[in-house]
């Protein structure tokens, strides 16, 4: 099939004039890469650098480009477009801005659009993964091409519809239809079979300008927001897949331990419901018709378990370990008329628990396996759970379903791997469902760090920078790995381990401090670990901007005036004065009051976030029951610079959720480690950010941009709201902190629950609670 460009007169670009095809299927069917592999490999760069000019999300790029381009969109003869999404679905709103970007270029109702999440696809190598804020990033032009070729073939399926009169520039598409001149309208539905192709041909895909979007930039509510709130929104425990009964894990007493010995097996296997129990290397399965039933066999059991790698350890045994491994600063403290500016920050371990707790379904059978849950890593799920099954990649199906939260622990695929090693061993299918106090002590937690800052400071400028990041050896291995280890050899970095090159990717020089230096060193000490949200720059902003701030009082400078003087980019300076002026940064406010401000740049996107808060006694000291309170953050402003916006409401609500983040890791949330677990065991226990502790203002400024480029944003507002939060405790207590969260020795606010039996007795009238 030949494409007549020569009649077409719609609207042309020289920018994004792209290729793609049309697919040989009985409806319209639209591919963007098919045989473009070797081409869009060639493209790709060495790059000059690393953090300020180039970051990790460069890195990323670079990995996927050679497959950015395998996806298609199909259009249905009802009319629909369907159109399976590559990356995952934990509640940040991806599925919203796709089908937006698919529904500006092809001229389609977001309600005609439905976003599937994409099984594991071995052949998109290391671009299936769903982290670093990337999502938009990477699939933006890509799912535009697709649209826009599927645009074009139904103007000329139309055209050839209306008998080939009517030439293609008097067509328009508006609203799933192609409308004529003389007012025939025919739907897309109507078009489908006839657009379709029987030969798969490459054409030009040329894309919408920016002035021409309609749907991008404009602020929608979530497509799944309904299905959400009213509970017909599908999750993997709402999967019904035959014979698979509920299965749940007693787990050891202590971080990681190994199980010895069952000793009443029989006894529980006698149990009412209790269909099987079989040992794995994370504990002792139990699949029952109920999951109460499952609970009930799990506190009955008698097992002998073995050490975990921190039996007897709490989390100051850990502490004086990571100290040890600190790296020295190397610029001496200067004498005479330079001053030594120093910080020294604690970061305690912080739980990557999501609102919905690990859970995944297996059918495990001779030969083959079916797995479903959340995958943000999907292939490297698919390739971790083959080989514990021996089985090859191939004959593993990795279904990925709508996760509900993540905070980076679905890119580990933990639940699955342990219900794929239960089917496996029970012969059976399983859903399997960790228990809120599995979630907490045998979860993934954020590692515990601490950073050390030291700044030589002379006449006002600040000569020397040194930052020392250390800490509990963060967990890589899921996928993460994969697109740096294609990246990496291409990085002037590549001799450095994975941990270093993402810090070093992550953390850019924000400042004009002199000669700077930024290292990290991490140790393995056997815990479990997961990035959680943002990875390494939360704990580094907060320790880099108290040094600004202890910097500018250090010079007798205003602290934002003196961010403003010496922030490197503009894009920066820009978000930080917007807070600064809609804030109004620098008001008076009662004493035991204050405000903070911070910045952070990453994903080619910058914040800054103004906080204003409370320290006074009667607002520390108010009494919550069973919660916990201390300062109260009043206000949070936050600036974003975050490139071309697709969905303005959807980054709103990621500002905010950052923010809620950013709050509790200051003030609140922490793990507790005792004698080798962690004391919390649900989510009542981990004091997040709740309603009490939530500023009654909050507010968004979303800078102008005129790129046409998306930068990333989910993770973006942590860093500088945990930071801002910081410096507005320093400046209303007089005392800069060094512990984070604040509070982590303060007395705990919960009973601790036992380790044997791992999980508590569910409760059986929370009437009763309620009247008290």
Request: hydrophobic share 40%; aromatic share 6%.
């Amino acid at each position: 099939m030949t494409q007549d460009e020569t009649t077409y007169d719609g609207p042309r670009t020289s920018r994004r004039t792209l290729l793609g095809y049309l697919v040989a299927a009985p409806t319209l069917s639209v591919a963007v890469s098919l045989g473009l592999e070797q081409r869009a490999a060639a493209k790709v760069i060495t790059p000059p650098g690393v953090a300020d000019i180039m970051d990790l999300s460069d890195a990323q790029l670079l990995a996927v480009a050679p497959t950015a381009n395998l996806i298609s969109l199909d259009l249905r003869e009802d009319g629909t477009v369907h159109f399976a999404l590559p990356r995952m679905e934990v509640g940040q709103g991806i599925t919203t801005s796709t089908a937006m970007i698919i529904a500006d270029e092809l001229d389609i109702g977001l309600d005609k659009i439905e976003i599937t999440l994409a099984d594991a696809r071995p052949e998109l190598l290391m671009n299936q993964l769903t982290g670093g804020s990337n999502t938009t990033m990477t699939t933006y032009l890509p799912i535009r091409t697709a649209a826009a070729i599927a645009r074009r073939r139904l103007l000329d399926a139309a055209s050839t519809m209306l008998g080939g009169d009517v030439p293609l520039a008097a067509l328009k598409t508006v609203d799933g239809k192609v409308l004529a001149p003389n007012g025939v309208e025919i739907s897309y539905g109507e078009l489908a079979a006839s657009a379709s192709v029987d030969e798969t041909v490459e054409v030009e895909a040329q894309l919408k300008e920016p002035a021409e979007f309609t749907v991008i930039g404009t602020p929608r509510n979530r497509i799944d927001a309904r299905a959400a709130v009213t509970g017909r929104k599908q999750f993997t425990m709402d999967m019904d897949v035959p014979g698979a009964l509920p299965t749940m894990l007693c787990r050891p007493p202590t971080l990681n331990g190994k199980v010895d010995s069952v000793r009443n097996r029989a006894a529980v296997l006698d149990m009412p419901g209790v269909t099987h129990v079989a040992e794995i290397p994370t504990g002792v399965a139990v699949r029952a018709e109920t999951f109460g039933q499952c609970i009930d066999a799990i506190r009955a059991l008698d097992v002998t378990w073995g050490p975990g790698p921190v039996d007897g350890l709490s989390d100051a045994d850990i502490l004086e370990r990571v100290r040890r491994a600190e790296i020295p600063l190397a610029v001496p403290k200067v004498p005479l008329l330079a001053k030594t500016v120093e910080t020294n920050s604690t970061f305690w371990f912080r739980s990557n628990s999501a609102l919905e707790t690990n859970c995944a379904i297996a059918d495990v059978r001779p030969g083959r396996a079916t797995v479903w849950g959340g995958f943000k890593a999907p292939i490297v799920a698919q390739e971790r759970i083959a080989e514990i099954l021996g089985l090859p990649p191939t004959s593993v199906t990795i279904h990925v379903v709508t996760g509900g939260g993540s905070f980076g622990r679905k890119v580990f695929p933990d639940a699955a791997v342990e219900a794929a090693q239960a089917s496996k061993a029970m012969g059976v299918p399983v859903k399997l469902m960790w228990h809120r106090a599995d979630d907490s002590r045998q979860g993934r937690v954020h590692p515990m760090a601490t950073t050390r800052i030291r700044a030589t400071v002379l006449a006002g400028e600040v000569l020397t920078w040194e930052l020392r990041h250390t800490g509990v050896k963060n967990d890589f291995t899921h996928g993460f790995g994969d697109v740096l280890t294609a990246t990496a050899p291409r990085l002037p970095v590549a001799d450095l381990g994975f941990s270093e090159t993402v810090f070093a990717l992550t953390q850019a020089y924000h400042y004009d401090f002199g000669v700077s230096t930024q290292l990290l060193n991490e140790i393995d000490l056997g815990f479990t670990t997961g990035a959680m949200r943002n990875i390494y720059s939360p704990d580094v902003a907060t320790a880099r901007e108290l040094t600004v701030d202890k910097i500018a009082a250090a010079v007798g400078k205003d602290p934002y005036r003196f961010r403003q003087a010496f922030v490197r980019e503009q894009r920066a300076k820009t978000v930080l004065d917007a807070v600064a002026q809609q804030g109004h940064w620098g008001r008076a406010m009662p004493a035991g009051t204050a405000q903070g401000i911070a910045i952070n740049n990453e994903y080619h996107s910058f914040s800054a976030c103004l906080v204003e808060i409370d320290c006074r006694p009667e607002t520390v000291n108010r009494k919550v029951r069973e919660g916990v309170t201390g300062p109260r953050v009043t206000k949070v402003v936050i600036g974003v610079d975050a490139g071309l916006v697709v969905n303005p409401r959807g980054l709103d609500a990621q500002m905010m959720s950052g923010a809620m983040d950013g709050i509790a890791q200051t003030l609140t949330s922490s793990l507790h480690l005792r004698d080798g677990y962690f004391l919390e065991a649900s989510w009542d226990n981990y004091a997040y950010t709740r309603e009490w502790n939530t500023p009654p203002t909050v507010e968004v400024i979303i800078v102008p941009n005129d790129s046409e480029d998306p930068g990333g944003a989910g993770e973006l507002a942590v860093a500088a709201s945990m930071a801002a939060t910081a410096n507005a405790y320093a400046r209303a207590t007089g005392k800069t902190p060094t512990e984070f969260p604040i509070n982590h020795h303060d007395p705990s606010h919960f009973e601790v629950k036992p380790t044997i039996p791992p999980v508590p007795q569910s409760p059986t009238d929370g009437l009763t609670y309620l009247q008290e």
